[in-house]
């Protein structure tokens, strides 16, 4: 049985399935683009690429920046394009629709992209990238996304605007790292030419580039370990939380991530894991307790007496999503704080009630955690995760 994937008979052509193509890289955490995806299908054009092989090759030297993008590439062109021989439906997004059909209803058009399969609908954009679908009346993309990142996460009732606040929040994850490690600075061994220190440095001799200098990513100068409250007080967050530190474990390979109720649970690989039906199998056996109480102290004692040990020192930012209830003696949690600030770390709490109207943290568990905390912030919008950069930053 050959593994090349089929397209479906309504298939545009093969420009679209490269368009495609360099959509499923983005979506997969590559920094790609319209030049990309243009480049890429000039690169085939001219080095004739007739086999999956040429393909690979020619598709991996445009699309691909650095060591870490070089060593995903294969397993993601093998899931587009060597897809067991199955039927892929979606190649790229529903182009939008002329003003001159806008008789029609919105319902109208909602109904014939269900029965179509094709992605879209008539008011909203596909995922938050490429242009926005409608009947001319629709709404743009920054607009769904601007009002999805102000809204309070517990408003979002309707399955698909779950759906998009997790991917959001996965990219936020992401996007968290590659902000922190994206600028380079000039090294004697580094990995790609410097060249404004070159061209600065040939003025010298005459406009020559007699030396060759270079720059490197610096070492992250931070190290996230991420803790997320999933107790009954917790369950309406919970969920775009986990989906924020998968997207935070994908991008950054030193982050550390782990859940608690009324125990704790290390959940890193389970969140890492690109076997989608593995890494939920492993979550299942991690579910007991969810949505039950919370036992805030016990678990970070627990927590600052065994796997601090190991990940936890100087250079890491402890990230704790909680509302602050705790069914434990406040002297627990503070002792337990007390403890992780010992190892030199910084302390951030991510607190989902900060960010409502007239709140006060009077709960006795968030007022024994104020006085060991480095920063206090919200977090009941997805705009109050994208501002975690600018202040892990400032730490």
Request: net charge positive; glycine share 8%.
């Amino acid at each position: 049985m050959s593994r090349v994937t089929k397209f479906a008979s309504r298939d545009p052509g093969p420009a679209a399935r490269v368009v495609g193509f360099v959509a499923h890289l983005r979506e997969n955490g590559l920094r790609l683009g319209v030049g990309e995806a243009e480049l890429a299908l000039r690169g085939l054009t001219e080095m004739r690429a007739v086999t999956h092989q040429d393909s690979r090759r020619t598709l991996r030297a445009i699309c691909t920046g650095c060591k870490d993008e070089a060593e995903r590439f294969d397993a993601l062109f093998d899931a587009y394009w060597l897809d067991a021989g199955r039927v892929k439906q979606k190649v790229i997004h529903k182009p939008q629709t002329p003003i001159n059909d806008s008789v029609h209803s919105n319902r109208d058009h909602a109904e014939q992209d269900a029965q179509s399969g094709l992605s879209g609908s008539a008011t909203a954009p596909d995922d938050g990238q490429g242009e926005a679908n409608g009947n001319g009346t629709g709404k743009l993309i920054a607009t769904m996304q601007r009002q999805l990142s102000r809204q309070d996460l517990r408003d979002l009732v309707r399955p698909e605007d779950i759906a998009a606040a997790e991917k959001a929040a996965l990219r936020l994850g992401a996007a968290l790292r590659d902000q922190r490690s994206r600028r380079r600075i000039a090294a004697r061994k580094g990995d790609r030419l410097h060249f404004r220190k070159t061209i600065r440095r040939s003025l010298a001799t005459g406009g020559e580039p007699l030396h060759l200098l270079r720059k490197r990513r610096p070492d992250r100068q931070r190290k996230i370990v991420a803790l997320c409250d999933v107790s009954g007080s917790m369950s309406l967050y919970a969920q775009v939380f986990l989906a924020f530190l998968a997207g935070l474990m994908r991008a950054d390979k030193d982050a550390d991530a782990y859940l608690f109720h009324t125990r704790l649970v290390r959940i890193t690989e389970a969140l890492r894991d690109k076997d989608t039906m593995r890494a939920i199998g492993r979550m299942s056996l991690m579910a007991d307790g969810f949505g039950g109480g919370s036992k805030i102290g016990p678990s970070l004692q627990r927590f600052a007496d065994t796997y601090a040990k190991r990940f936890v020192d100087g250079r890491s930012v402890v990230m704790i999503l909680s509302d602050g209830y705790d069914t434990s003696p406040p002297e627990e949690l503070s002792k337990a704080l007390r403890k992780l600030k010992k190892r030199g770390c910084k302390i951030i709490w991510l607190n989902p009630l900060k960010g409502w109207k007239d709140y006060v943290p009077i709960a006795s568990g968030m007022a024994a955690a104020l006085p060991w905390l480095d920063l206090f912030q919200p977090a009941n919008t997805l705009a109050d995760l994208a501002s975690l950069e600018k202040e892990l930053a400032a730490l």
